[in-house]
């Protein structure tokens, strides 16, 4: 190699080399003009769902935050305001956009959620903490659950609801409808009404924001859970929400944390969880001891399994070694409210969790803790259960367990002195379990047995208070008092009665350490240390003190009694004594009474019964039969005693509650028939019953076949050992109907398309009470009441089949020719202008107008747009609304769009445009892919060939090729869909695909290192 050679070989290299060098930014240029083809940022299961269907529901992840405008603009997208992401429907057309938008990380399928599917409290100990912890009300008072799941019946009698937040008790305080896009949370499945009551099962006093994002087979959207869980975090601060209850999950299971898995739905539990709310999810139900269902595997979800009431672990709960945290709750069996006023058991982790979450509750209303010191609480709290299935020690909540856990401060004692009066008080905030408050006065020692309470000290001596308490979390706490009484300083006062009759003495008795003065109602009577005095008091009301006052003390002593004195009433001892009474009808009672009176005074007596007045001492009452009130009056001239009776009578004879029937009836001879009677007793007494015709102790009886014709009484006595009552029924036995029979034969017809007979069908039977007859092998035929007719041309051998209502039979055959209408049609015949408009479009044919048409023409408005032929041709478009035998033979999974039926004067082929509405594919659906024309050939249905060309904001667009001219339909087979696990809640989520190396990089690379080598070679020839 020469040097000019050499130099032109160097003036390579460094370009090449510079070129190399500068791959990152020819990169981004190639990237920008769209020379290199980047790894697919759409999932694989979105462009299967795609081609299948044609849209998709996705979930769009974007490097940046983006603004509204800044969407990628598909279908209904809507935005999250917690992460870069959207939601909406993505179309063919939208793959384009999408794969060109470099904000666009990644687009997944909008998985499908689906639900997870009280004895069982006492085994939380839920009820202990309502019963302990009075003072603080631990109830959930004042908190709020907010429940993501099918809704919640706030009409249900169980939340004490009028309507939503509606009613003086209401628990479902508010809530959403993400999945039908209203304010109405309304519950149309169940699962999520029992997931509330159990919540309020636990923390009664609670209250529910209910979100729908469930429909009424328990299956929903992810994307509509995370707007579930945005709410639940914008309502924290106005409902007190505290916790989030997710029973739903997916079918994809994880052995550990999956928080990869799907970013989206990641960042809407962390950041409910980082605003200081708790999120409780149901492991699963999918028998699988290793793994757990999305979203629980999210590491700061709380994720919760399912055990029995006997801490046995249930075989369908879903745990796993890989997730240490996680804890379980009773999750078999859990009756809870549903629809309507219903209840229903239901099992699965789905029952778990609310518990979980009712418990979460009651914890943060007593001790407001993070979400992950609520679970180190329940956790270390917790009866620990060992499960043989995942090899792993798994705690069992205990809510009264978990409160104690958290208290650690002991009781609290007061004692106070006061004018030596001594006042005492023990309290806790959880409660106290034990106590003890003893006194100690030389050697006698008192124990009290009040937490409250007071005592006056009265003798001398030094006082010892020894007191002691334990509270249910068992902290103790203990105090020690001593109170000393150097000066002997007290009064006595007693009086023989406090109550007396007027006339009657009033002894009073004054016993003092020191000289005591006697007050009656504040006027100063007697003075002296130790005295009695005899005291005649008037009718009236007495205050009776005395007082001593200390020489070496500051202090007096008082005592106080206040006297009555009031008119000496009758003493009155009756028999039986005043009240209410109950006795049995016809029974007899008498009343009596012994009176006397404290002053000796004469006494007059009489009786008042409703107000009707007896001057007897002694009153017999019999044969009662109403109600009755009773009155003693015993009177000393100046006042009276009254005694008062109310009496209820109970009948003697048992209450015909209902009989069936209710009726008297009718029965054909040989026919059984069942007699019923609901009846019961004051006393509930043994009641015997006895039938007419089968002596037997039974509330039904069996009317047999040996019933003969006419007339029949059949009487059921009901009877006690008192009284007795009877019901009869009528009963008519019929003969035995004859067998239905034609007296001739129905003649042959032959009608015009359209026209109507009458069969005069009752004319051709013996016997034709009760008679149902139907067309057998007459389709195409109509018969209504005896008329018959039919809009279709041919020819039907036809079978009459009778029944009468004892099922016998008959039958009668004939032949019906329908010939065809003779019209005279109204032809309309336009010339294709080639590369001009459409022609008009013609009204729909009727049975007195077809239409004729060139090679372009349309079929029925808004259904087939264009028929295209080689060259012009006459032809006839109808179509059909009248039913026609051929459409029973097409396969019962299509829905059936248009019939059509296209004529033509010659064989030729032709391709045919035509439109679908969109409504119908919505309420029908039907696939897009799916809609096809077929053709009937040789007694079946052909598919044709068509293809989708176009769709607009109303209709599909298809086209079609037709090899000959016949009958017509346009359908569709039925969308797919997908079938949930049994009582499971499933997210479908597409794994993130895996980036590969640009192929044009590694092209490149490869080149440049090739040239180096050859580079080195020449330069050291």
């Known amino acids: 190699m020469n040097k000019t050679d050499k130099k032109n070989f160097i003036i390579i290299t460094i370009i090449l080399i510079a070129l190399f060098m500068s791959l990152p930014f020819l990169t981004n240029i190639i990237e920008l003009t769209g020379l290199v083809i980047y790894d697919d940022v759409i999932d694989d299961a979105v462009l299967e769902e795609l081609k299948k269907h044609g849209e998709v529901k996705v979930i769009i992840e974007y490097k940046d935050r983006v603004s509204e405008v800044q969407k990628v603009g598909i279908k209904q997208e809507t935005g999250f305001s917690i992460s870069s992401a959207s939601a909406g429907i993505l179309e063919d057309d939208d793959l384009g956009m999408l794969r060109s938008n470099r904000n666009v990380v990644r687009v997944s399928l909008d998985v499908l959620v689906s639900k997870q599917l009280n004895d069982s409290l006492p085994v939380i100990e839920a009820s202990n903490v309502w019963s302990v912890f009075t003072d603080q009300n631990i109830t959930g008072n004042g908190m709020t659950a907010c429940v993501i799941d099918t809704g919640v019946n706030y009409l249900h009698p169980v939340f004490g609801c009028t309507g939503l937040n509606e009613g003086e008790n209401c628990s479902v305080i508010g809530g959403i409808d993400y999945f039908n896009n209203d304010d ?20 009664p006093n609670a209250n529910i924001l209910a979100v729908k994002a469930l429909d009424d087979q328990g299956n929903g959207l992810l994307s509509d859970v995370i707007k579930g869980i945005e709410y639940c975090i914008d309502k924290k601060e106005e409902y007190n929400v505290s916790v989030i209850s997710l ?26 969880v980082n605003s200081g709310l708790v999120v409780v999810s149901a492991t699963g139900n999918a028998n699988n001891y290793q793994r757990i269902s999305f979203p629980s595997c999210v590491n700061k979800s709380f994720r919760v399994t399912a055990t029995n009431n006997n801490d046995v672990f249930a075989s369908f709960a879903n745990r796993g070694p890989g997730f240490p945290d996680i804890i379980t709750a009773p999750g078999v069996g859990i009756r809870a409210a549903v629809l309507e006023e219903g209840y229903s058991t239901k099992s699965g982790t789905s029952m778990s969790t609310p518990f979980v979450s009712g418990a979460v509750i009651l914890l943060q209303q007593y001790n407001n803790q993070s979400a992950s010191d609520v679970l180190k609480t329940l956790q270390e709290s917790g009866r620990d259960l060992y499960d043989e299935e995942s090899s792993s020690i798994i705690p069992r909540i205990n809510v009264f367990s978990a409160i104690k856990h958290l208290d650690n401060k002991p009781p609290i004692i007061e004692l106070e002195n006061i004018n030596n009066t001594v006042y005492w008080n023990i309290f806790d905030d959880v409660g106290i379990k034990n106590y003890s408050v003893e006194l100690k ?56 009665k406090e109550n007396l009759f007027y006339g009657e003495s009033l002894i009073i008795t004054v016993n003092a350490t020191h000289n005591a003065t006697l007050y009656i109602n504040n006027e100063d009577f007697m003075y002296g240390k130790n005295f009695s005095l005899v005291y005649e008091p008037e009718i009236g009301e007495y205050n009776i003190s005395a007082e001593i006052e200390s020489t070496n003390t500051t202090f007096s002593y008082y005592t106080n009694v206040e006297v009555v004195v009031n008119k000496s009433n009758p003493l009155v001892n009756e028999e039986p004594s005043s009240g209410n009474i109950t006795i049995l009808e016809n029974e007899t009672i008498i009343f009596t009474h012994n009176s006397t009176d404290p002053r000796g005074l004469n006494l007059t007596t009489y ?98 076949s040996n019933y003969e014709e006419g007339e029949h009484n059949i009487t059921v006595n009901i009877s006690n050992d008192y009284k007795s009552i009877k019901h009869t029924w009528n009963v008519n036995v019929k003969p035995i109907y004859t067998p239905v029979i034609f007296n001739g034969t129905i003649p042959d ?95 729909p044919a009727t049975e007195e107008e077809t239409k004729e048409t060139t090679t372009t023409t349309t079929i029925q408005t808004n259904t087939v747009q264009n028929i295209k032929t080689s060259r012009t041709t006459s032809i006839t478009i109808e179509e059909i609304t009248e039913p026609i035998d051929i459409i029973q033979n097409i396969n019962d999974t299509k829905k059936i769009y248009k019939v059509l039926q296209i004529k033509t004067e010659e064989p030729t082929q032709a391709n045919i445009s035509f439109k679908t509405s969109k409504e119908w594919h919505e309420q029908e659906q039907v696939s897009i892919n799916q809609t096809k024309l077929y053709k009937y050939e040789q007694e079946q249905w052909t598919q044709l060939k068509t293809r989708h060309t176009k769709k607009d904001e109303t209709h599909n667009y298809f086209e079609a090729e037709i090899p000959s001219f016949s009958y017509f339909i346009i359908g569709s087979e039925k969308e797919p869909t997908i079938t949930p696990q049994l009582q499971e ?37």
């Open 749 to 843: 017809y032959e009608l015009e398309q359209g026209e109507k007979i009458n069969l005069e069908l009752n004319n051709y039977f013996t016997y034709y009470e009760d008679i149902n007859y139907e067309l057998i092998n007459g389709t195409g035929l109509i018969l209504e009441g005896e008329e018959l007719s039919s809009n279709n041309v041919g020819t039907w051998n036809v079978t009459i089949f009778a029944t009468d209502n004892e099922t016998n039979e008959t039958s009668n055959n004939f032949i019906v020719k329908i010939n065809e209408k003779t019209i005279e049609p109204t032809r309309t015949t336009t010339t294709s202008s080639g590369g001009g408009s459409p022609p008009p479009i013609p009204s």
């Open 247 to 272: 029973s739903l999950g997916t079918s994809a299971t994880f052995e550990n944390t999956c928080d990869s898995y799907n970013t989206v739905g990641t960042a809407a539990i962390n950041e409910a």
């Open 441 to 496: 006065l030389f050697d006698n020692i008192t124990f009290f047995n009040e937490t409250q309470g007071n005592i006056t000290l009265k003798e001398y001596g030094v006082y010892f208070f020894n007191l002691s308490a334990v509270d249910y979390s068992n902290n103790t706490a203990s105090e020690n008092f001593s109170f000393s009484l150097k000066e002997m300083s007290y009064i006595n006062l007693t009086l023989n």
């Open 607 to 704: 009786w008042i019964l409703n107000n009707e007045t007896y001057e007897n001492e002694t009153y017999e009452l019999g044969k009662i039969n109403q109600t009755k009130n009773l009155t003693l009056v015993v009177s000393n001239n100046h006042t009276n005693t009254t005694k008062n009776w109310f009496i209820k009578v109970e009948r003697l004879e048992p209450l015909i509650k209902s009989y069936e029937p209710e009726q008297d009836f009718e029965i054909r001879k040989n026919h059984n028939f069942t007699l019923v009677i609901n009846a019961s007793d004051w006393f509930n007494r043994t009641l015997y019953y006895n039938w007419s015709s089968n002596s037997t102790n039974n509330t039904y009886y069996l009317i047999t």
């Open 184 to 203: 109405d949370p309304m519950d149309d499945d169940g699962h999520g009404t029992h997931v509330a009551h159990t919540i309020l099962s636990v923390a």
């Open 985 to 1021: 809640p499933r997210l479908i989520i597409q794994e993130p695909q895996q980036k590969t190396f640009n192929p044009l990089i590694i092209l490149l690379l490869t080149t440049t290192l090739l040239l180096l080598y050859f580079i080195k070679k020449e330069l050291y020839k």
